[in-house]
């Protein structure tokens, strides 16, 4: 016996369960299968994010910057800890309790917006009429049909040819969030966004952290003034940064692993680790869903094709989040899913690529909305730069966390803001208001002209506005 919703959504990380959420507060009827299950056997609904990703690592960062303020930075508040010591495993479990509360919290929300939740793999299994039919493979097998189907399957860690991950001697994002004990010698291959949150963790936890990363430049993606000041200030807290690299091999031993190298210089190099994260980039993961037993299709780098609108080839079948072209981020992931429900509903759902907001969690945080100077000098703009140095911010300087800036970037002529990028405390929560400055189309004076409470971080970004007519008042 089948069951029929208006909406069945497979995938139940940020993209699939915002979407099922959003199609039943719409009132359609909607069901979401996942497949993610705990330790225990339970469902653990909340996708990559939730349990090998943006929840996990938070937690982990967050404990190790409270170790690393106790150790470094207690001292100059005159606060003096005796024997100050890390417990690894209760430190683990507080991880991993964190990310139950969000598993449950997920499973709450289902039940609170009538959304049936299907435990197991969902795959396509043809067609009656003009519904879809989709099998669930699990502890509960069942048949569902529906109109709708939005596909949000999420995406898997990009393996390094020739490597194997075991996740004791090497490992992938999923290792590095359980780590046993603090390696002495920790290897990172990729200087991305995991590799640089995950190195943070276990350098400031006390691990030599090394990087092995394959472009010359480092974090090409983000601002260059911002992604130089990072590098100084990471290199200085101890992550040794190699660029330039090219892994020619890497050897598994009991105890050990040896990464063997050219560097920059195309010189043969060796290092030998106790462990080696690969964080060399994320796939879309579309296995076991039976795509191609229904023709959906996929683009030449493994994602579901899908228009501007999230549609895929085939009639009523989206796509949202990780699975699809655009940043693997979260966010994304969500605001896809709230607008393909909200098209599904007949309503006209929007996604602005140009306002998603990037941040990467290390301290400090680094964070950016809209473009940096490189890509409007490519793209012929011309436009005006104002930076503010945290230095120069009395909230900063009484917290005693003064690195970084903020830098705005405004078209010369209309004024209008392009781009933000932050270097420097909290930059997670001021790159916000870039964002809705963006949104709402603001230029910098509109910024320069509103108050901003004292003494606050983000008066930094008032500054970087005037800064950008040269007429900062504190600086
Ligand atoms: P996913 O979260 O991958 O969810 C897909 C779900 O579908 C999974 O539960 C999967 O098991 C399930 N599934 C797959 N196939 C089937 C099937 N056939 N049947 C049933 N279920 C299926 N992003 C941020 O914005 N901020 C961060 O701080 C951040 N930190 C990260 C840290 C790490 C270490 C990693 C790895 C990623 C991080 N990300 C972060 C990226 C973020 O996790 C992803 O962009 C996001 O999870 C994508 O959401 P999604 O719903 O598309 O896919
Ligand atoms: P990434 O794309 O951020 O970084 C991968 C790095 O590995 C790149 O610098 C790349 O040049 C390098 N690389 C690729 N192949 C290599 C090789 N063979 N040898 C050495 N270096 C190599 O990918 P990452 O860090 O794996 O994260 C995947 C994605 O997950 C991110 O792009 C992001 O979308 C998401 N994420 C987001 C976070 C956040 O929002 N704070 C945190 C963590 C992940």
């Known amino acids: 016996m089948s069951e029929t919703f208006d909406v069945v959504v497979v995938g139940g990380g940020p993209g699939g369960y915002i979407a099922a959420i959003r199609a039943a507060q719409l009132g359609l009827s909607t069901a979401c299968i996942d497949d993610w299950t705990r330790a225990d056997g339970k469902p653990a609904p909340g996708g990559t994010c939730t349990n090998v990703g943006c929840i996990p690592s938070k937690a982990l960062l967050q404990s190790s910057e409270n170790f690393e303020h106790a150790g470094n930075t207690f001292g100059d508040h005159g606060i003096g800890i005796d024997g100050l010591s890390i417990d690894v495993a209760k430190m683990l479990a507080r991880k991993d309790r964190v990310v139950a509360q969000n598993n449950d919290g997920i499973l709450y929300l289902f039940k609170k917006n009538k959304v049936a939740f299907f435990h197991g793999a969902g795959s396509f299994a043809g067609k009656d009429g003009d519904a879809w039919r989709v099998k669930v493979s699990g502890v509960k097998p069942a048949e569902l049909v529906a109109r709708h189907v939005v596909v949000a399957t999420g995406s898997k860690p990009r393996p390094l040819p020739g490597v194997e991950i075991d996740n004791l001697r090497v490992l992938d994002n999923e290792g590095a969030l359980a780590i046993a004990a603090v390696p ?19 350098r400031r936890l006390g691990a030599e952290v090394t990087m092995l990363e394959a472009l010359p430049d480092f974090l090409p993606m983000v601002d260059t003034s911002i992604a130089k000041e990072a590098r100084k200030l990471f290199t200085r807290q101890g992550l040794d940064i190699r660029v330039g690299v090219k892994i020619t091999g890497v050897k598994v031993a009991k105890r050990d692993v040896t990464v063997a190298y050219t560097d920059a210089e195309g010189k043969a190099q060796q290092a030998v680790f106790d462990q080696l994260i690969v964080s060399i980039g994320r796939v879309p993961f579309t296995g076991g869903l039976g795509a191609d037993s229904v023709g959906l299709q996929l683009d030449e780098r493994g994602f579901v094709a899908v228009d501007a609108q999230c ?33 599904i509903a007949g309503q006209h759902g929007h996604v602005d690529f140009n306002t998603i907001p990037w941040v990467i969690y290390t301290s400090p945080e680094i964070a950016w909305v809209g473009r940096t100077e490189r890509q409007l000098r490519a793209d012929g703009v011309d436009f005006r730069a104002g930076s503010f140095p945290f230095t120069a911010n009395a ?77 900062t008042l504190n600086l």
């Open 395 to 471: 909230r900063a300087r009484a917290m005693g966390d003064t690195h970084g800036f903020v830098k705005i970037l405004a078209d010369r002529q209309t004024d209008r803001i392009l781009g933000m990028h932050v270097i420097g405390p909290m930059a997670s929560e001021l790159i916000a208001e870039g964002v809705v400055a963006m949104e709402f189309g603001a230029a910098s004076e509109d910024l320069a002209r509103i108050c901003h409470a004292h003494p606050s971080l983000s008066e930094a970004i008032r500054e970087a506005a005037l800064a950008v007519d040269g007429r």
């Open 184 to 202: 002495q010698r920790l290897g990172v291959v990729g200087a991305g966004v995991i590799g640089l949150e995950m190195g943070s963790v276990w």
């Open 311 to 343: 549609r895929s080839n085939l009639p009523n079948v989206w796509a949202v989040g990780d699975v699809v072209r655009g940043p693997m981020l979260a966010h994304k992931a969500e605001d896809e899913g709230v607008a393909v429900a909200e098209r």
